[in-house]
Structures are given as C-alpha cells and as structure tokens.
C-alpha cells in the first residue's frame, strides 16, 4: 500500500530517533562497520513509499494519529461531475471545508526539494571542477585512480561513475601517511560510500524541512568515517594501529576550512569535533560483543515491524474517517475514502436521493459505476455535484465486511448544512356544496404539517391528515396554518372575463379582480405567472395591504394613516368557471422562492370532482 506523506514522516522519525538511541547505547559494544549499516534502514524508510497494514506499526497509536493529523491538517480539492480527483484525507470532524486551489505545503514543499538539489549540484558540480583543473595524476598502489591537488583541504573519493582518489600534495612526500590515506579512502570504495553518498544527499533534498532527517544525515557520515577507520585498521595490520591514528591527527590539523556539507565526497576527516573518540576507537579498537549484537537483532526487527508498516485496516475506524471526510464548497459535497483501509474494493459505497422536479420526485443515484465494479482507489477524493437542481434528500449508505458487518448511514444534505426541499402534500379543497351550481374545486400542495381550516362552525369537515377538506359555505374564507401559527389567509371570488377587445395572455391577470389590485387596501403588483392551462392560470404576486389589526385598535384613524405590510401573494383563477381564488402570506410566515413556487405551480380550480 502507497504510504502517505504524513505516515512516511511519523515512521521515519520513529526510526530515526532510535537509531540515535541505539547508536550511543551501543557505542564501542558493536563493530562500526555493522553501527553504520543501521544507517541504510533509515535511508530505506525516507526512499520507500510504501507500507503494509499492520497491528505493530507506531500508526496504530493514538499519539502518531494525533501527529498525522496535524500534519494534514488540510482538505480535499473538488472535481464536478462524480470525477474522483486525488487528495488527501481531510481531517477534523463534521463536514470539513473543501480547500479552495491549490494548496500552498505542495509548493512549499517543491520549493524546497529544487532549491537544495540546486544547491547540492552547484556544490558538487564547483567542487567538481576544482579538481580537474588543479589535479595531477600519481602513480600509486590502489586499485583506484589516485590524483595529488594542490591546495586540497582533505584527501577524498569523489565521482559517481569514475571514482578516484585525491590526495593534498603536501601528504605526497610522506609514503606512510600516503598508504594509509589511501587504504582509508579504498575502503570508502569498498563500502560504496560514494553511491552512499548520494543517496544522503536525496534525502535531504527530499525531507530538506526535517531536522531529523539532517541530524540522521550527519550521525550516517560520522559513522561513515569510523567504519572505513575499522575497515583500513583491519587491512593496515595491528603494528600500524597507531600510526593510522597519527596520519589521521596530521590530516585533521592541515585542513584548512570545514568540509563542505553539501558535497558527496567522502572525505578521511568530518571533522575537528569527533577526532578525539575517533582515534579513541582506533587505538582501543571494538568486538562485537554476542549480547550487544543479539539486542541489535531484536530491535531491528522490532523496528522494522514498527516503522516500515501502516495503520491497520480497521473497519468501523476507516468507517469513521469516512464519515469525517465528508465536505461542501457550496456546488458539490465530496468525500476521500481512508488510505488506511485496504483493499478499497471491499467498500459498498450507495449514494442514493430524491430530487424535485416541480412538484414530482425523482431518484437519482450517484457513482453507480464506480460501486458496481469495484473500482474504488483508497486516498481518493470523490465529488456529488449538486448543480442547480433541488433535492429532497440524499443519503450515503458504507458497508465494510467484518465480523459485525460494520455500516455507516449519513444525511448528506444535513452533513453539509444544507435545507432539503419541502415535502409537499396534496390537498383538494371545494369550495360549497356539490349541490350548488356555483361550488368548484381547488387543488394545491402544501408542505408537510400544513393543513386548511375553515372560520366556520357547522358543517365543517376539516381533517389534518386527509388530502380532502370540504366546506359547506361559499362565503367564508379559509386559513392556512403550521401547527398553530397562522400561514396565510386563502379567499375567492367570482369576476367577468374582459371581452371587449384582445387581452394578451400575460396581462389577462389584471381582468380577474381589479378592486383586489386597485383599491387603497390591497394592491396584488407586480404578478409573475408560474403555470397556465386550459382554463386559467396560477402565478405570483407582490402585495401591499393595509394592517388590519392596526385599523381594529385605532378605528378613529383614516385609511391613509394605517401602516402598509408587505408580503407575498399567490393568485389562480378558471375563465370558464368565472372564479378565482387568492392566498396571501402573513408577512413573517412567506415560504422559501422554490416552495413558494412549487405551491403556485400546484394551483389549480375545476369543477367539483373533475380535478
């Protein structure tokens, strides 16, 4: 499994720092040469990017969960359309909110990788060319090309494809100290030091932010020195232990400025610092002491399980992070699925709703395809674009295998803050008897919990919770309420349809009821049709009318002083049946633009029983 970049970071500096701990624990208990082969794990670790699930890896731990999630503290980028983009996992709880462009840590991050190898080549590519222009070849006993340099501050291996080795000329006089430089740099051939060399350098370009990356590098070069030390020790002979150990104090005191710490190569002296425990080290030398090595098995394999492992796939967890990754930018709701579970063709993902289209539903289903084969990616961002249309609800149903069958259930439209569409009911309502001529039908649809009600007494059938309400008057008019808060009043009324001239349809409106419109009490203007049919239409009215409750408690007060309301209209009317009807809001209780249509579309008068 791909490891991300927060679980490479958090296992590396695990294993980094142990190998810190392990390195001074076990100083001058083991050979050098195997101390610095510790090293190669760590390289290992920061160049692989891949991990295995499992129960032992330190990302099992809540405190490495807490550390990751700090590390991507940072949300998925959002692609329309049901396309999975790829992102990170987003982290905190709720619905998060979707991270707009692209995000800045990538290009820090590129930033810096470009800028240190730039400068790891300008060091080497200088360093390089010092060399070649003030080398001259010697004749020597190695098994490598050896050069003498005027003016060299260390002797040195360096090349990648055609190494060789360069020797200060003021050493070149001396044959003693000569074959000991050379046996030393020989042995960093042997060792690969050089290729060893660049693989550090990666690192550093790689993780240039982590200073245990740089503390790793510089532990790995020191260890470095002290195995070629054992290695040429060994080849010298015992009789020329302390004379390496003097060669080595001469080399040290003739540099002239520090080693450069961006060139890869490997030089017989890193430095003043660690001279002394070097030829400490040389002159005692080191046995690998059978326990000490044995321990050294037993934690490397203890951190091998530990560091080069993920988080184990967990399902009810990976569940959760489902769940957490939920997002909404405003046009899509997207959701990543964990990284930390696999294989991700286990998930049974459904996302499933209802849209409104008018005053119907309709199901929509969503990343059909994707479920159906199985094609889930783990760490990958999918996207339910929402678009212009309206929906009723959406759901999202998880199903992972387990012992429990473990599943998840989410409200998408709820998750993101998001109203659904209001559930309308049907509801007919007629208007007097069957047995008077002049009696017709009304159809419309009311949100849930609506219901009409009659200011009448007697002979009222009003039932919340049938789609039919009759009423044995013509004459009254009818309330609309929530519960018990009054939602509007619904009235009708019978006018003339102009016929003198041509009416255009969208002005046929102003011929139902001109006093409604024109008198000083209520002006219905302007009006926006939303439906037409055979017989009439239903459209949408801005109303101005005068406060009633106003004139009650000041009855003493002309009409011009009353105060104005403004609200909301609906108005239908049937040019055959002569009739129309008309329901005005109460100012405060005006439902949302697409309810409010989606109730003027439903209105429709027929004669009784025909609609």
């Avoid at 590396?12 to 101390?35: C, M, Y």
């Avoid at 419309?444 to 200011?455: D, I, K, N, T, Y």
């Avoid at 009818?478 to 016929?499: A, C, F, H, Q, S």
Wanted: with cysteine.
């Amino acid at each position: 499994m791909i490891a991300s970049v927060s679980e490479l970071l958090v296992t590396s500096s695990v294993l980094i720092l142990a190998l810190l701990v392990l390195r001074q624990l076990l100083r001058g208990r083991i050979s050098r040469r195997l101390q610095y082969s510790l090293w190669g794990l760590a390289a290992l670790r920061l160049l692989l990017p891949f991990s295995l699930p499992a129960g032992s890896s330190v990302m099992n731990l809540s405190s490495a969960r807490r550390v990751e999630a700090v590390i991507t503290g940072q949300t998925v980028r959002v692609q329309a359309g049901g396309i999975a983009v790829p992102g990170p996992a987003a982290a905190g709880t709720g619905a998060a909110a979707a991270s707009e462009g692209v995000s800045v840590l990538p290009v820090l991050w590129l930033a810096g990788v470009l800028a240190a190898a730039v400068w790891f080549l300008f060091v080497n590519l200088r360093f390089a060319r010092q060399l070649r222009a003030a080398r001259r070849p010697m004749a020597a006993d190695c098994s490598l090309p050896v050069y003498r340099v005027s003016g060299l501050s260390s002797p040195c291996l360096f090349g990648l494809l055609r190494p060789a080795v360069y020797v200060p000329t003021e050493v070149t006089g001396d044959p003693a100290m000569l074959r000991h430089i050379l046996v030393h740099e020989e042995s960093h051939w042997r060792q690969r030091d050089h290729i060893w060399a660049l693989v550090r350098a990666v690192c550093l370009c790689l993780y240039w932010f982590d200073p245990l990356v740089w503390a790793a590098a510089a532990a790995s070069r020191e260890d470095c020195e002290r195995a070629c030390d054992e290695r040429a020790v060994r080849v010298l002979g015992e009789p020329e232990r302390i004379a390496y150990g003097h060669t080595l104090v001469a080399v040290v005191r003739r540099m002239r400025g520090p080693v450069y710490p961006g060139c890869t190569a490997t030089t017989m002296s890193a430095g003043r610092n660690s001279l002394q425990r070097r030829i400490a080290l040389i002159v005692s030398g080191t046995r690998t002491r059978i326990w000490a090595a044995a321990a050294l098995a037993v934690c490397a394999a203890v951190l091998i399980g530990c560091t080069f492992t993920g988080r184990k796939a967990d399902p009810q967890q990976a569940l959760d992070e489902l769940e957490n990754s939920i997002a909404f930018d405003g046009t899509a709701i997207t959701f990543t699925l964990p990284e930390s579970y696999t294989p991700a063709s286990d998930w049974n993902i459904l996302v499933y709703g209802q849209a409104a289209m008018g005053t119907d539903n309709m199901s929509v289903h969503f990343l059909e395809q994707e479920n159906a084969d199985r094609s889930w990616q783990a760490g990958q961002t999918y996207s339910i674009a929402l678009g212009e249309t309206t929906y009723r609800s959406l759901q999202m149903d998880a199903y992972l295998p387990g012992d429990e069958d473990p599943s998840l259930t989410v409200d998408l439209l709820a998750k993101a803050g998001i109203e659904p569409a209001a559930a309308l009911s049907t509801y007919y309502v007629t208007f007097g008897s069957e047995t008077e001529d002049s009696a017709f039908d009304l159809r419309l649809m009311l949100p849930e919990g609506w219901e009409v009600r009659s200011r009448l007494e007697e002979g009222v059938y009003n039932m919340p919770n049938s789609p039919t309400v009759s009423f044995a008057s013509l004459l009254s008019p009818m309330d609309i309420y929530n519960g018990d808060v009054l939602v509007g009043i619904l009235k009708y009324g019978r006018y003339t349809p102009y016929t003198e001239e041509p009416v255009p349809p969208e002005d046929e409106y102003k011929t139902v009821y001109t006093e409604l419109r024109l008198s000083s009490v209520d002006i219905w203007n302007p009006y926006t049709a939303v439906s037409r049919y055979d017989q009439g239409e239903s459209g949408i009215a801005d109303v101005i009318y005068k406060d009633s409750a106003y004139m009650e408690a000041h009855p003493e007060e002309n009409m011009a002083s009353v105060p104005e309301l403004e609200t909301k209209g609906l108005l239908c009317f049937n040019r055959e049946l002569e009739v129309y009807i008309a329901l005005r809001f109460e100012p405060d209780q005006v439902p949302d633009e697409d309810t409010l249509n989606l109730i003027a579309g439903s209105l429709q008068i027929g004669p009784v029983g025909t609609l």
